[in-house]
């Protein structure tokens, strides 16, 4: 049984920032970061493949946030910096059992999935 749990939530100023980590309970998995905001569609944020090789960034947060892989803690962090309101969501860890070399975009393809930790950047 995969189990993924999320933390590092919370509120945050614009121009703040925030580090989310997930605690893995596997290694070596294609995982990444999305979010939800209120009335949106889920979307991908930043994923890395199983080995590492590879992250990729969605075009709103490329340069402003940084995925890491703490193998030594299971984690998988994502650093955010420069917050904006629009980055305001519940963000989700997940986990795919496909092995890709490649980052995985859709969340269709994640098999196992975070309770999610709210984000919510307000003056």
């Known amino acids: 049984q995969v189990q993924l749990v999320e933390s590092g939530g919370g509120l945050v100023q614009p121009g703040g920032s925030l580090r989310l980590s997930c605690a893995a309970s596997?290694?070596?998995?294609?995982m990444g970061w999305f979010r939800q905001a209120p009335g949106k569609e889920r979307e991908f944020v930043a994923g890395i493949n199983w080995i590492g090789s590879n992250i990729y960034y969605a075009d709103s947060v490329k340069g402003r946030f940084t995925l890491s892989r703490d193998n030594a803690k299971n984690t998988l962090d994502l650093q955010m910096n420069s917050l904006k309101p629009e980055d305001t969501a519940v963000y989700s860890c997940?986990?795919?059992?496909?092995?890709?070399?490649?980052?995985?975009?859709?969340?269709?393809?994640?098999?196992?999935w975070g309770q999610g930790t709210q984000v919510t950047v307000s003056s």
């Open positions: 997940a986990a795919s059992n496909q092995e890709s070399i490649s980052v995985i975009l859709s969340a269709t393809d994640y098999d196992y």
């Open positions: 596997v290694r070596n998995y294609n």
